[in-house]
Every structure is written in structure tokens, then in C-alpha cells.
């Protein structure tokens, strides 16, 4: 079984009340693919003792420490359990009998995301990279998205597309720089070069892009009926 089947069959067994299959099914998960965060969030609340909620929690908050439901849940946690508070063990003690936590919302939003991830994971870049263009085409403000594509890119020019909208939901992205500075434009990119570096805020490179886009023919070819089609443009 694939491990995104895996991890929707689990899911479906949780909400069906199946809570031990479900645990064993994404222990099995999370042993082959320790970096399934939506794993590490339902085994949170599938494992019956307080220390292993928690080293589950912890494991999903280093893969993704934006997620505030998984900061206040652990945040809660420690503070009932606080004689758990130090480092915990990472492994399970897997003992005694469940409790009955509500279950973990995980929406959908985040579940297709979970599958388009492990269409990567499992080498199916080409499948991967046309369901991330039409989850993207929904979900046009998810930047993890955004930043999967950066990495997935199959042109130059789709790079530079990802890279705009990565930079437009965070212009403080610690990768993104890494893979702009790596681009060699034609001259047809000068102008989008330029709008990455001023999403930067990287004025002086900003500006010398812009002047290159101005020079460039293939910026200022006339349209019909018209002298000139080189726009002028103001620099901030």
C-alpha cells in the first residue's frame, strides 16, 4: 500500500472509531517516513499515555513549527503533565488502553497536500508536479505549496513564476534567495528578476533588472498601432 493511501485509510479508521487500527497503521507510517507531519498530529491523539501525545506532537512541530494547533496543543500538554516537560525518549511505550481524545481536524486542504508531498517522496515528480499545479490553482495562498514547486520546477521560466508567489505570501522566505541567485535570465526575464529582487527589497539589484528589461528589445516591441512599447517605469 502506497504511504498516502496508508495515511488516508488510517484517517478514515480514526473517525470510523478504529482507533487501534489506526495507530498501528500510522506507526507503520511514521517508521518508513519519519518526516509525515499529518501522521505525527492523528498518532497524537491515538497514543494512550500523556509522554508519547507529546514526543508526537514535538516530532510534528520540528517538521512544520508554524502550526498553532500543534504549538497549543503541546503548550497544554506540558502544562497538565508537567513532570513531563523534560526531553522525552523518541520512541513509544505503546501500553494500556485508549482513551477516547476528539479527534484531530485535519482538513482538506491539508490531507491533499500530505498526498501531493508523498507523490515526491515516492519519485513521481511529473504526477506530483501536475496535481501541485491544480491544487495551487485552488489554494493560491499556500505557501508550502508554493515553495514544493520552487523546489520541483520544471523550467526556468515556472521557477520564476513559483518564486513570485512564494515572495508574495513571504518575502522573508530563508531559501528563496538560494535558488534566485542561481537563475541566469534571458532577456526576457529581466523584468521578472527585477520584481523578485523588489519583493526582496533588494533595491539596487531591483533597479539595474529594470533598466535591463527596458533595454531589452523583446521588452519594447511596439504593440499594433502603437510608437513605443516600453513602459516607464517607477522605481521606489
Not at 505525527?40 to 514535538?58: F, R
Request: aromatic share 8%; glycine share 2%.
Amino acid at each position: 500500500m502506497m504511504q498516502n493511501e496508508l495515511f488516508q485509510t488510517a484517517v478514515k479508521k480514526a473517525k470510523a472509531g478504529e482507533r487501534d487500527q489506526a495507530r498501528e497503521l500510522l506507526l507503520s507510517l511514521v517508521e518508513n517516513n519519519p518526516r509525515h507531519e499529518l501522521a505525527w498530529l492523528w498518532l497524537s491523539e491515538l497514543v494512550p499515555e500523556p509522554e508519547d501525545k507529546i514526543i508526537a506532537l514535538e516530532n510534528a512541530l520540528t517538521l512544520n513549527p508554524e502550526r498553532p494547533q500543534t504549538k497549543t496543543r503541546l503548550a497544554q500538554l506540558r502544562q497538565k503533565y508537567p513532570h513531563l516537560n523534560q526531553p522525552t525518549a523518541n520512541h513509544f511505550s505503546l501500553n494500556g488502553h485508549y482513551p477516547n481524545p476528539e479527534a484531530l481536524l485535519v482538513t482538506d486542504e491539508e490531507l491533499r497536500f500530505a498526498e501531493i508531498t508523498e507523490l515526491f517522496a515516492q519519485k513521481q515528480v511529473a504526477n506530483g508536479r501536475l496535481e501541485l499545479a491544480a491544487f495551487l490553482r485552488r489554494y493560491s495562498n499556500h505557501e508550502a505549496g508554493w515553495w514544493l514547486m520552487v523546489q520541483h520546477a520544471d523550467s526556468q521560466a515556472n521557477l520564476l513564476t513559483a518564486l513570485d508567489h512564494l515572495l508574495r505570501l513571504n518575502r522573508q522566505h530563508p531559501e528563496a534567495m538560494r535558488y534566485i541567485e542561481s537563475i541566469q535570465p534571458t532577456n526576457e526575464q529581466y523584468l521578472q528578476m527585477a520584481r523578485l529582487y523588489e519583493r526582496l527589497e533588494v533595491w539596487e539589484t531591483a533597479v539595474r533588472y529594470y533598466k535591463r528589461a527596458l533595454k531589452s528589445p523583446q521588452q519594447c516591441r511596439p504593440p499594433a498601432g502603437q510608437k513605443s512599447g516600453c513602459p516607464t517605469w517607477k522605481i521606489r
